[in-house]
């Protein structure tokens, strides 16, 4: 089976700062990888998703960037951060509809 | 597009009384649905799915029935338990998208 590992599990960061959560999977091979942020009060809203190694979509404009240096290794970073990165992040992987999708534990980043 | 609405959380109850998450979507076409439940300190879990139109998915005493014509996948479960207490995310995938889109999540905590 499938199992993701997420690092942090809490941050406390300052604005202007830079960032680096690190997500690696085990158990599967070539999945589909997503990071997803969960803001104060609101759902999670998918950030990035890579379907391979370097192909990074990004579904909203914003403040981070992702990257996938590896099969499975996904990575969100930041060169400055904002008030407004502040949330959960969680990365998820998909491998097919037989085993649907796999969430890690998340981070919970605090930008002050 | 797409979209999903949770009922407003946080949710108390006491243990053994009847729960009801209310989770309504807007979608083009025809979605699978999904309840996740995340315990304190861990990643979401998938709870139950449904995949079409009057499918029931059901799980650990929890069941939600696909309703086309209400566009809704209300969760529920008949005597709810302390070990209940999690939050609970509902969740839609259209056919050939990459993503889930998620509702902001209703927290439920169950009382002895």
């Known amino acids: 089976s499938q199992t993701i590992h997420q690092w942090p599990a809490t941050l406390v960061q300052p604005v202007g700062s830079p960032l680096s959560l690190e997500c690696t999977v085990e158990?599967?091979?070539?999945?589909?990888l997503y990071w997803y942020r969960q803001a104060a009060g609101r759902g999670l809203q998918l950030l990035f998703y890579?379907?391979?190694?370097?192909?990074i979509s990004s579904e909203v404009p914003q403040n981070l960037s992702a990257s996938r240096p590896q099969d499975r290794q996904f990575i969100l970073s930041s060169k400055k951060l904002l008030l407004s990165d502040s949330g959960f992040y969680l990365c998820?992987?998909?491998?097919?509809?037989?085993?649907?999708?796999?969430f890690g534990s998340g981070t919970r980043l605090t930008v002050v | 597009g797409d979209s999903v609405t949770q009922m407003e959380g946080p949710v108390t109850l006491s243990e053994e009384a009847f729960l009801t998450i209310n989770c309504t979507y807007t979608?083009?076409?025809?979605?699978?649905l999904f309840w996740y439940v995340q315990y304190p300190g861990e990643g979401l879990q998938l709870l139950l799915k449904?995949?079409?139109?009057?499918d029931k998915g059901s799980n650990k005493g929890f069941e939600a029935t696909y309703r086309k014509e209400t566009t809704s996948f209300h969760l529920e479960k008949g005597s709810v338990q302390v070990s209940d207490s999690a939050v609970y995310f509902c969740?839609?995938?259209?056919?050939?998208?990459?993503?889930?889109?998620f509702g902001q999540g209703t927290r439920l905590t169950i009382n002895p």
């Open positions: 998820a992987t998909f491998k097919g509809s037989s085993y649907g999708y796999t």
């Open positions: 158990g599967t091979s070539n999945p589909n």
């Open positions: 969740a839609l995938k259209n056919q050939g998208a990459q993503k889930l889109v």
């Open positions: 979608a083009t076409g025809y979605p699978s």
């Open positions: 449904a995949t079409k139109a009057d």
């Open positions: 890579s379907v391979g190694i370097g192909q």
